[in-house]
Each structure stands twice: as structure tokens, then as C-alpha cells.
């Protein structure tokens, strides 16, 4: 059965200090990968997306990059964190190509920046 | 709109039937969902429906869809405290793109 990681749980940064969040997919292979944040009262914003290595597709202009070094390892980064930055962020895989491309959410980490 | 909609609230009793309601953007969405968060988890998916489809039953789950208003609700037989959670409704409008609503919160007292 498949399975989604993410890492660290919760994390508190102090501001302009770097980020690195991780999410690993397991019993797939070629997932596409998503990186959600969700604000308080409000739904999800998909920051990023990516259909295979090395490709990332960036929805929305921001303070953080995402990369794909592995088939199912997507990692969610920033150089300089912003108070703006503090969310819950979600990673989810669904399977490429096929028909349902249902979404499956790891358990998110909660950021705050102080 | 471009957003999805959902009233933020609902409450109910132990044993009363829930019903959530949302409001999609995209005629042309494909797919329709329902997610279930408990307190400090991720997104888990309770149910989607295929956009020629009109209902669907899955145990104490019913989904209602009509596509003419744009409407989406989560029915939820003999509600119990378990059920307590936000409720996020989504639509899937590209390949890869999906947008959610902010959630219901759907507090069930004994």
C-alpha cells in the first residue's frame, strides 16, 4: 500500500531563517506531487506541483522553492522565512495518469515563524 | 467566484444526519471531493463523485451532486462524536489543478 511522509511535524523558525520541509511518498512510482499551505480559515493554496524529477510547476509567486531530487521526495524550502510563511503546509501524491487522479495528503507540518 | 464555498460552522447532535453544503466554481470540473480533517492532521479523503453522476452512497456517506446550481453536499447519517472534524470540499478543473473550500467545521455534541 502506498504511504506519504512528511517531516518535521511541527517546526518554530525564527524570521530570515532558512526552511526545509520533506515529503516522501512510498509504494509508487512516478507520483505527481503537490505542496499545499493551509491559512487558518481558509482552504488549501497549491503552491507547487510536479509531474517527475526535476520538474516543478510553481502556482502562486512567493518566498519558497520546491524541488524534486528523487522520484518520491518532494522538498519544500525557503532562503529566508517570512512571519507571512507560518501555515500548516500539506504534501500529496496522486498517481500519474490515472483517471480518478485522487489526491492523498501527508500528515503536514505546522510552521510557525516568530 | 473563483472560490469554492462552504459555511465555516455546523453543529449538531450525537444520532442527527449532518448535511455540508458547497458551492463549486467550474462547470466543466471533473471531479468532485469531500476530505475530512481531524485536529492537527493531514487531508483524508472520504468520498468523491464523477461529474455525471447525481448521487452517491457510501456507508453513512451521501453525496449529492447537481451540476446545474454548481452544488455539492456530504450527508452524514447517525452523526457520532468521531465525526467531528472540518470538512473540506473540492473540484478538480484541470489535469492536475484542484481548488478547496476553507472547510466546515462540524462539531457534534452528545
Known amino acids: 500500500s502506498q504511504t506519504i511522509h512528511q517531516w518535521p511535524a511541527t517546526l518554530v523558525q525564527p524570521v530570515g531563517s532558512p526552511l526545509s520541509l520533506e515529503c516522501t511518498v512510498e509504494g509508487t512510482s512516478n507520483p505527481n506531487l503537490y505542496w499545499y499551505r493551509q491559512a487558518a480559515g481558509r482552504g488549501l493554496q497549491l503552491l507547487f506541483y510536479?509531474?517527475?524529477?526535476?520538474?516543478i510547476s510553481s502556482e502562486v509567486p512567493q518566498n519558497l522553492s520546491a524541488s524534486r531530487p528523487q522520484d518520491r521526495q518532494f522538498i519544500l524550502s525557503s532562503k529566508k522565512l517570512l512571519l507571512s510563511d507560518s501555515g500548516f503546509y500539506l504534501c500529496a501524491w496522486s498517481v500519474a495518469g490515472a483517471r480518478t487522479d485522487t489526491q492523498y495528503f501527508g500528515p503536514g507540518t505546522r510552521l510557525t515563524v516568530l | 467566484g473563483e472560490d469554492v464555498e462552504q459555511s465555516l460552522f455546523l453543529s449538531v447532535r450525537e444520532g442527527d444526519s449532518s448535511v455540508i453544503n458547497c458551492t463549486y466554481t467550474?462547470?466543466?470540473?471533473?471531479?468532485l471531493y469531500w476530505y475530512k480533517q481531524e485536529p492537527g492532521a493531514g487531508l483524508q479523503l472520504l468520498t468523491y463523485i464523477f461529474s455525471n453522476m447525481d448521487m452517491k452512497q457510501d456507508q453513512r456517506l451521501t453525496v449529492l451532486l447537481n451540476k446545474k446550481d454548481k452544488h455539492l453536499s456530504l450527508r452524514i447519517a447517525d452523526t457520532q462524536t468521531g465525526d467531528s472534524a472540518i470538512y473540506f470540499c473540492?473540484?478538480?478543473?484541470?489535469?492536475?489543478?484542484?481548488?478547496f473550500g476553507a472547510g466546515t467545521r462540524l462539531t457534534v455534541k452528545p
Open positions: 473540492a473540484e478538480r478543473y484541470n489535469n492536475n489543478d484542484m481548488r
Open positions: 510536479s509531474v517527475g524529477i526535476g520538474q
Open positions: 467550474d462547470s466543466s470540473s471533473t471531479y
